[in-house]
């Protein structure tokens, strides 16, 4: 990424954390850029939605949260009402870049990442939405048997800085709340990684 073009870049994720967990340390490296940090979970959830405030606010970013079904037995989500709520809290339609969870997820598994992923790509390719490029968060915990890691073969790989990744994990273990030894604070990967696409054509469904 050229830190020296500001440009407007969308995240869209499920949860007050992802942005974080899966792009905190290239939002944290490129803060000149202008971040809107779209998360579609937990907004009647007032602990959650003030810490996601306050990692914004860290994160040097704006954003807004939706309350979509996040239930413990994750029944699934109308793919239109993912789409609607999307659109709905976007704060335009075109964006330079999109990030944006993968079709697989970062884990195995979790519906509300996959079904996000599938509605932003659906946008896309219907022209509701806009972008330059459109990357989707490269990680895979090899079907359960290890914490998510960056995918090697990604298009985009980087080791982030130390104190980048430390300034990240605070976000989760501080402003977020996490106990040191809770999953997301012992995933926190040290390298992001993304596939990147320049059009909805590239992406194989």
Known sequence: MNSKIRKSIAVIVAHPDDETLWA?????????????IVCLCRASDKERAERFNNALTILNA???MGDLDDGPDQHPLDEKEVEDEILSLLPGTHFD???THDAAGEYTRHLRHEEVNKAVLI???????TANELWTFAYDDGKNAHFPLAIKKADAIELLPEEIWEKKYK???ETYGFQKTSWEAETTPKSEAFWQF???KHIKK
């Open 24 to 36: 905190g340390g290239i939002i944290l490296q490129h803060p000149m850029n202008d971040w809107f």
């Open 62 to 64: 704006k954003g807004i």
């Open 97 to 99: 870049l999109i990030l």
């Open 123 to 129: 946008l896309w390719h219907d022209e509701k939405i």
């Open 171 to 173: 976000i989760i273990t």
């Open 198 to 200: 320049k059009s909805p």
